[in-house]
């Protein structure tokens, strides 16, 4: 798989990281992955979603609304939770500006950065310290 996640207990959340060729269905099947189980879920506080080094993403609009239901579905658990996505180029800051206005019911804040520097900052403002 083209991901690897990183779970974090305090505070609690989880870290994806994406390389190579990303596909729709790699991106559903990390949200699921990365939710493990109701009792995890309800204690998550952020997620971070780092496509830095992704070497393409093979994204298409469908799969965008297939990941914004599937995270709406899921908010019902947990709406308390930061989100921040690093997306390097133009094009992947314009789908996951998409993704976001699609996930609006999700009630998460929400944030879109295009490089670790700004999710460095982004990540002490909002969580504090975390290995990144």
Request: glycine share 6%.
């Amino acid at each position: 798989m083209p991901y690897e996640i990183t779970y974090h207990d305090e505070p609690c959340g989880a870290i994806t990281r994406f390389s190579g060729v990303v596909t729709d269905q790699d991106l559903l099947q990390s949200g699921h992955d990365r939710i493990r189980s109701v009792e995890f879920f309800e204690k998550i506080t952020y997620f971070i979603d780092d496509y830095s080094i992704a070497e393409d993403i093979e994204i298409t609009a469908d799969g965008i609304r297939d990941v914004s239901t599937f995270s709406v579905e899921v908010s019902v658990v947990n709406k308390n939770i930061k989100f921040l996505i690093v997306l390097p180029t133009e094009h992947l800051f314009i789908l996951g500006t998409f993704w976001k206005l699609l996930s609006l019911d999700t009630g998460w804040n929400i944030s879109i950065v295009k490089n670790r520097e700004e999710a460095r900052q982004w990540i002490k403002d909002n969580i504090g310290y975390i290995s990144y």
